[in-house]
């Protein structure tokens, strides 16, 4: 919803609050897909745990995270790490803007805040 909010806010209040919203192939695709990649949900390890990998990396789909703090709940495509270093991964789907950011702001506060 973050993104949405950034992109529109007006949008945004449409879609969540007024529950306005209407189906595109896209957003059929996108639940067809995420709810093969969803089942199960992720779990990051414990940090006194490591991955058993071999060489400590991991990857780790469909994980929820939330904080208090900032009052926001993200639940993320795939979070690889390494060690204590940890990135989050989100699939978009078609081409990368050209945009010199690499991607529009929408989506660069969603990862901002998953991060």
Known sequence: MVKEWVYCPRLAYLMWVDGEWADTSETVEGRRVH???DQGGGRLPAPD????????SFRIRAITLASER???????DVI???GSAVTPVDFKRGRRPDVPEGAYLPERVQICLQL
Request: glycine content about 20%.
């Open 49 to 56: 745990k490591p991955p058993d990998s071999g060489d400590g």
């Open 70 to 76: 900032l009052g926001v709940i993200a639940k993320l």
């Open 80 to 82: 690889e790490g390494e």
């Open 35 to 37: 709810r093969a990649t």
